[in-house]
Nanobody
Framework: QVQLVESGGGLVQAGGSLRLSCAAS????????MGWFRQAPGKEREFVAA????????YYADSVKGRFTIARDNAKNTVDLQMSSLKPEDTAVYYC?????????????????WGQGTQVTVSS
C-alpha cells in the first residue's frame, strides 16, 4: 500500500515553468513505477510521463516531450514533474500515480494508487 500526495500546482503564464512534486509513503518506494497523468475539464485522464523504479527509464506523452521532465528521488520517496514552456492546453488537474512492478506502463488502468490531484492553470 502506498499513499501519494501532490503539491506544486498553481497559475502560470504561457511560456512559464512549474514544478510538481509527489510524496509517497511506505518503505518500498523503489519497487513502484511512478507516473503523472492529467485531466482537463470534459476530457478523459491522460498519460503525461512515467519513470521506472530505478529512475533509469522515462517515458513521455508526445504532447509534452521536450518540455516536461520526470525524475525521482528514492531516498526521499518523491517524484517530480518539471514543466517548462507551458501552454494553455496544459491546463488540467495533474495526478501522481503508482504501480508496483518493473514494467513502465502508460495506461491509466495499470496504476493502482493515485494522489488527490493538483490544479495547474496556464493563462494565455
Amino acid at each position: 500500500q502506498v499513499q501519494l500526495v501532490e503539491s506544486g500546482g498553481g497559475l502560470v503564464q504561457a511560456g512559464g515553468s512549474l514544478r510538481l512534486s509527489c510524496a509517497a509513503s511506505g518503505r518500498t518506494f523503489s519497487s513502484y513505477v511512478m507516473g503523472w497523468f492529467r485531466q482537463a475539464p470534459g476530457k478523459e485522464r491522460e498519460f503525461v510521463a512515467a519513470i521506472s523504479g530505478s529512475g533509469g527509464n522515462t517515458y513521455y506523452a508526445d504532447s509534452v516531450k521536450g518540455r516536461f521532465t520526470i525524475a525521482r528521488d528514492n531516498a526521499k520517496n518523491t517524484v517530480d514533474l518539471q514543466m517548462s514552456s507551458l501552454k494553455p492546453e496544459d491546463t488540467a488537474v495533474y495526478y501522481c500515480a503508482a504501480r508496483r512492478g518493473i514494467v513502465v506502463e502508460t495506461t491509466r488502468r495499470e496504476y493502482n494508487y493515485w494522489g488527490q490531484g493538483t490544479q495547474v492553470t496556464v493563462s494565455s
